[in-house]
């Protein structure tokens, strides 16, 4: 008896691990790079980027967004997306996550310059940086 719950235990503890694991390798996919608040802003004064909210429900968004696209829905999208799939697209939601799923999304259209700002919305707002 005691056995089988030192085996449950260390299955339960092994698929624990797989799934922190995996949900890493999720949030810092290799084809995404994270940029902060500050960052993002600093190129927003000196070039025309994409801005991409991909948060739903729709929230109030960062001064500049050109696109509301939810997370969820970027196939559904795609017309409204540049045709050069070099483009730079900037990404964010409220916290971050919904821009890791957004980037997925269009990595696997075949865009390759995808940027998400770490930390979404809220550390935008944190930064004191303007909404519109």
């Not at 260390?10 to 890493?24: H, K, N, P, R």
């Not at 967004?65 to 900037?90: C, G, H, W």
């Not at 957004?102 to 390759?112: I, P």
């Amino acid at each position: 008896m005691k056995f089988r719950i030192l085996t449950k235990k260390t299955l339960l503890f092994s698929i624990m691990v797989i799934a922190i694991v995996a949900g890493c390798a999720f949030q810092k996919p290799d084809y995404l790079t994270m940029i902060s608040a500050d960052e993002l802003n600093r190129i927003m004064q000196n070039e025309s980027i994409v801005l991409i909210d991909v948060h739903i429900p729709e929230q109030q968004h960062i001064k500049g967004t050109n696109l509301f696209i939810p997370y969820n829905e970027v196939e559904r999208y795609q017309d409204k997306l540049p045709a050069d799939k070099n483009t730079a697209l900037y990404l964010y939601c409220e916290g971050g996550p919904m821009g890791n799923a957004a980037a997925r999304s269009l990595y696997e259209l075949g865009y390759r310059n995808l940027y998400n700002l770490e930390g979404g919305a809220k550390a935008w707002r944190q930064a004191g940086l303007a909404f519109e």
